[in-house]
């Protein structure tokens, strides 16, 4: 099959607003990269804490 001469290729994958769509969405991820990769390594470590800090409010107050 010859793509460079098909319907496909010709109207859609060579069409500017197609290419500039790839562009961003591939921008997007180098600069959300680095968050979600911290978000994964640390995802547990930040749970518990929020368990923890949740659990630390329920406690009732005591009053005088």
Do not use: C
């Not at 099959?1 to 991820?29: A, E, P, R």
């Amino acid at each position: 099959m010859d793509l460079y001469h098909s319907w496909f290729y010709q109207k859609l994958l060579n069409t500017q607003w197609f290419l500039w769509t790839v562009v961003y969405i591939v921008l997007g991820l180098n600069f959300l990269a680095p968050v979600i990769v911290w978000l994964l390594m640390n995802w547990s470590v930040i749970k518990e804490r929020f368990k923890m800090k949740k659990h630390k409010s329920d406690k009732p107050v005591k009053s005088s």
